[in-house]
């Protein structure tokens, strides 16, 4: 079975899973409200998920995000995460959360096989952090703390950086993370979606000069570390304590970029930046063969290239925010 591969000759072994295109938070960067939510009908039902990741895999997707939205908002994700990580081929199963709900699932979610996760966290200030994401901070901390005690390892707090909203906190999250074992990765704002242009025009803070800064700060050190997506590590001298930057915009990284995107309606979509995507709902559901579904997957394939870099400036395109597509 011939592995899939992009035009470009990279080999793709990562899918990021949508499961979901609703969120109970309202973050500033992702939610625009502008986007109709994707009819319940029109969700894939965990038979069609399970089918298509296990094509994925028969063709060389190794690891598995699972995303939204907020993937625990959909009904029986622990099950759904037990099927996908039963398939052949499937090495790694990761959870994308704002953790508001992982209290009451994180053990069955450790128990289905689910054990990378990455949560967001862009604020210790409970004022600032509700007026950012739309949720309460002691329910992500009590998510966290639940994460942490049923054995999630590794455990990455994702924190968008705005400007004037959260960039004078980055150092009491360092401090945060250094504590409780947890990784940190701070990320520029993208133009993605109406609200994700909203916040880049406003808020952007370029990282690249931060690093310099933090890296004398915290004694870190850049590494190699296998994180299969798109951030960049330091590690603390003597210490085991990873800052990471995801830098879409002053340090572009698609060039390396390993990704498929399935919505939860069953969307390809082989670039996050693009409008480009390949309908395979349509095909699961409709009783078509395994080899047409093949087909279409690398019809999407053959579509993924190096787009233009994202900037500030990014003309007003991409109107999906990323609530659908899933981070
Ligand atoms: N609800 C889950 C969560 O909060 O992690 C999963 C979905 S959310 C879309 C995943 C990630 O997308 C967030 O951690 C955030 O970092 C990222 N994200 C969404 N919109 C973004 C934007 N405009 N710029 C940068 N990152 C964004």
């Known amino acids: 079975m011939t592995k899939l591969q992009d035009p470009f000759g990279r080999p793709i072994e990562y899918l990021r899973l949508s499961v979901i295109d609703r969120c109970n938070g309202r973050c500033l960067y992702c939610h ?4 109709e939510p994707l009819l319940r009908r029109d969700w894939l039902d965990f038979d069609a998920l399970e089918r298509v990741v296990g094509l994925f ?16 908002l959909r009904k029986g994700l622990a099950e759904l995460a037990a099927r996908i990580h039963a398939l052949p081929g499937i090495e790694e199963l990761a959870l994308s959360t704002n953790a508001a709900l ?3 699932q994180a053990e069955a979610l450790y128990c289905a096989g689910i054990r990378r996760l990455n949560i967001s966290l862009d604020s210790l200030q409970p004022d600032t952090f509700t007026r950012v994401s739309g949720l309460k901070l002691d329910a992500v901390l009590d998510g966290l703390n639940a994460a942490k005690a049923v054995g999630f390892s590794p455990i990455k707090i994702n924190m968008v950086v ?46 690249h000069d931060l690093e310099q800064r933090l890296q004398h700060r915290f004694g870190l050190e850049p590494v190699s570390l296998q994180g ?5 590590y330091l590690r603390q001298r003597g210490s085991d304590f990873y800052l990471g930057f995801i830098t879409p915009l002053s340090r572009h990284f698609c060039a390396t970029c390993n990704r498929l995107r399935l919505t939860a309606d069953g969307r390809l979509f082989p670039c996050l930046a693009q409008d480009k995507a390949v309908a395979l709902g349509p095909l699961l ?18 579509h993924k290239s190096i787009p233009p870099p994202l900037s500030v400036n990014t003309p007003n395109m ?7 597509t899933g981070g």
């Open 32 to 35: 625009s409200g502008q986007n």
């Open 57 to 72: 895999a028969r063709r060389g997707i190794r690891r598995v995000r699972l995303t939204g939205g907020e993937p625990l």
């Open 102 to 104: 992982l209290a009451p």
């Open 162 to 207: 705005m400007q004037a909203i959260n960039a004078e906190e980055i150092e009491a999250m360092v401090a945060f993370c250094q504590a409780q074992g947890f990784t940190l990765r701070l990320i520029e704002t993208m133009p993605i979606g109406t609200a994700g242009q909203h916040i880049t025009h406003a808020h952007y803070l370029s990282l």
């Open 228 to 232: 299969g997506g798109p951030a960049r």
């Open 285 to 302: 559901r409709g009783g078509y063969s395994d080899a047409h579904i093949e087909t279409a997957i690398a019809h999407a394939l053959a």
């Open 318 to 324: 991409l109107k999906r925010d990323m609530n659908l």
